[in-house]
């Protein structure tokens, strides 16, 4: 990430102790969690983080003078551990305003099309409004009118004899496990690739091809064969969704921003007696009674500077301090963690021997502006912008999604109006997409994909603030083998008392998933030998 300085860096001590009685290494939201689980249960943890700042992808900092998101802006919650998690540190929940878009290329055989905001659209290239009954655009009922809209008559009903397939097509133990696969054999190309590409995209910044089914959506195949067929398992899925209470479903966002969660995890761990060090990195770890024991960990660490660019690995920089620790949960960075794990005993070099996926480039630019043209939210809460298939006219736009943060926001519309009166707008644009180059989008540019897509030109004169965030890579795509190789993984750590291994690159996508994860990893730790301690809420799947 290059928003150095963000939500949550503070000045460090200049050393660590000498002995804790728990070290997580890795301040993201993993980490955050692992040390808040441990200081709950009575511990005093000693969080070190690398880089300058805690909370990893939920990060924040000021634009226009407003409190802003730059990463992660909301969690799709699946089960209690992060609502319980939210209560306990007292934080507000809210759902996004408005309702998303879709910018896709046209049809075969369609007519000319219209933007949202009434203005023709290169090539036939429109905007839609989201289905509004879908998981990542995989819809429920794909007869239903909005389905139709999207998908044509003949994509829709090819989609709806998803229903009259034996449920073992897609499913078989022989069949690919990649998402794309599952709703091809299932529910046919248009909804690939008029609904799930782009949401999915938009989302994980990857392509369906490349991620597994039940990384993405855990037991989405056994619930294709339990229930007969994909639209049924979207249904239940649904329908469960809207079973739980209010403040328990669906996507939300911390009132204030997904900012104020990783800080308020962060002021709870030092308030319980925790230790909170950034600047701080692991650079190797031995069990204290020799190779063939088991802990306590003597762990070396290092100050730390940047690296050669904002998203490589921190160097260090400093004579290494070693610390020693009862237990040891790592929560860092996947090439960290391995690199890590090679001084724990019993682990076999081929586990270790994973390769590790790197996502695509993104860059995401948020603009704040005097655009009173925008006060109506023309494209409702934000787009996102399919991938051009090689048949279609090219996009007309660079940007891969906008957001338009004050008609999502309510505070941000609310600082805007504080800060700069009234016809104030907050857009961030994201570019970057798998397979493609670093995006290097400029501001002029930026500003004319704003006037395809919403129909309202800013001129540059017009621009209060804006600020380029990168977050080059963090998004790994999770592919069917890779998963079976971490499991394999965390098997052969679990062996191991008192060391975890925890963080999205074993827990999977997702904010929810990477907190329950992080939860029962940390909690483990404090309960009896091997005991899987569900407490922390599970995780329950939508």
Known sequence: MSAAGAGGAHPSPPSPPPEADALVVGGGVAGLTAAWELARAGLRPLLVEARGYTGGLIAGGEIGGVPMDLGAESVVLRGGAVTTMLDALGLETTAHRGRPSLFLPPMAGAGPAVTGAGVPSSGGWALHPFPREAILGIPADPLSDDAVALLGEAGARRAARDGELAAGIGTSPSDPRDLASLVRARMGEAVLDRLVRPIVAGIHANDPAVLDA?????????????????????????????????????????????????????????????????????????????????????????????????????????APREVRARRVVLACSAHAALRLLTGAPGLAPDTLDIAIPSGAPIARLTIVARAPGLAEAPVGSGLLVAPAPPSSAPCPVAAKALSHLDAKWPWIAEGLRDQHGEGTAALRLSYGRPGGPRPEPALADALDDIAALTGVRIDLDDVLDHRLVRWDGTLPPAMPDYRQRTARLEEAVASLPCLSVTGAWVAGTGIAAVVAHARERAAEMVGPPGARNAEPGGTEED
Do not use: N
């Open 214 to 318: 039940d990384v993405v959506v855990p037991g989405l195949r056994a619930d294709v064969i339990r229930l007969g067929s994909l639209q049924a398992a979207i249904r239940a899925r649904l329908e469960k969704r809207r079973s739980r209470p209010a403040g328990q479903r669906g996507e939300v966002c911390v009132v204030g921003g997904m900012h104020r969660f990783t800080a308020a995890l962060r002021a709870a761990i030092e308030f319980a007696g925790g230790t909170v060090l950034t600047r701080w990195g692991a650079r190797g770890m031995r069990p204290e009674d020799g190779p063939g024991g088991h802990g306590p960990w003597r762990v070396a660490l290092t100050p730390t500077g940047r690296g050669a660019t904002p998203s490589d690995e921190p160097i260090a920089v400093g």
